[in-house]
């Protein structure tokens, strides 16, 4: 009688640590697997390209600004930006479904004076325009180090009208200044900012 309580005991206790061996595999088991990582969808520009500025452009010469110039001829709208942290262009028809922006950035720091920094994330923005409204396309980052560097647009619609905006915010005490070019541009679209605004 004494052997089959002792039994039982046995029997249940071996029962017990068997539960609880099990019990710390799979929590071990659960902890060693990471959290998913959130897929990184920011879109960068590629390194390479060539930016061409045509003969006679006019520079700006004053802090904040942008300037461009189109030539019909080889569909590529040339410009400039100048110590800015944000700017949005007028219209432009594109003459294609795809567009080539390349751009040649540096950084400075407000008085125009080149700068070496680690914040060299800048980005331009691409918008179309609708019935009363701006549809957002896409961002696309670059690094304003002084290299030169590309993307290009595609699946546009030809003959749309497209903007787009640069932005520099990563550093309050720097500005983003250096040449570029879109290419696939075939003329001069509206500037009527109310009539289209940013959706």
């Known amino acids: 009688m004494k052997i089959s309580i002792l039994k039982r005991v046995f029997a249940v206790c071996l029962t017990a640590a068997l539960c609880l061996s099990m019990a710390a595999c799979s929590s071990a088991s659960s902890s060693s697997v990471a959290d998913p990582v959130e897929p990184d969808d920011t879109i960068y520009c590629t390194a390479g390209g060539t930016v061409t500025m045509p003969d006679g452009f006019e520079y700006p010469d004053t802090a904040g600004t ?86 290009t647009f595609e699946g546009l619609e030809a003959g749309a009208e497209y903007r787009f905006a640069f932005t520099y915010t990563t550093s309050s005490r720097y500005r983003v200044s250096g040449n570029f070019n879109f290419t696939g541009i075939s003329g001069e679209g509206s500037e009527d900012e109310t009539a289209a605004a940013e959706a």
């Not at 461009?68 to 930006?81: C, E, F, V």
């Open 66 to 151: 942008m300037a461009l110039q189109l030539d019909d001829t080889t569909q590529t709208l040339a410009g400039n930006l100048y110590i800015l942290r944000y700017k949005t262009s007028k219209y432009y028809f594109t003459t294609g479904t795809t567009m080539t922006f390349t751009i040649t950035p540096k950084l400075t720091d407000t008085a125009g004076e080149d700068v070496t920094t680690k914040y060299t994330d800048a980005n331009v923005a691409l918008w179309k325009k609708g019935d009363n409204v701006a549809e957002y396309i896409k961002t696309v980052h670059f690094a304003a180090d002084g290299t030169t560097q590309t993307y």
